[in-house]
């Protein structure tokens, strides 16, 4: 078995940003029905802007750390720009994954995914242009 980082480690311990917003902007859930982690990724923007972000995360550890991390990367980043955060840029912040670990990367990105075409629904529905 390969080792973690630090950096995954210390996000595992301490994860960053965990729970939810209350009436949120845009959510973004996925679950990897393979290993069984669900994750879950609330956003709060303003002028298209990511102001918060939080997580709620039931998986291993590395799930908890991507999860924690991309929370970090978007934070205050606009939409356009957080939509461009790929899993390999979270595993990278977290200073690497092992190979075996790199699905929770890929759900990371898959709920920033969501949580961002989710907002853009909202937009689009609430009929707020740009």
């Known amino acids: ?18 729970g939810d917003i209350e009436n949120p902007d845009g959510i973004g859930r996925v679950g990897n029905p393979v290993c069984g982690d669900i994750m879950e990724l609330y956003l709060r923007v303003e002028k298209d802007v990511i102001t918060d972000a939080r997580f709620k995360t039931f998986g291993c550890g590395a799930a908890i750390a991507t999860s924690s991390m991309v ?16 899993n390999r ?11 075996i670990k790199m699905h929770c990367s890929v759900l990371a990105e898959e709920a920033l995914t969501k949580a961002i075409e989710d907002y853009r629904a909202r937009k689009r529905d609430a009929g707020k242009e740009g």
């Open 1 to 18: 078995m390969e080792a973690y980082s630090d950096k995954v480690m210390d996000h595992f311990r301490n994860p960053r940003n965990v």
């Open 71 to 86: 929370t970090e990367l978007i934070k205050n980043k606009t939409i356009e720009e957080a939509a461009k955060i790929s």
């Open 89 to 99: 840029a979270v595993a990278e912040a977290l200073g690497g994954l092992p190979p």
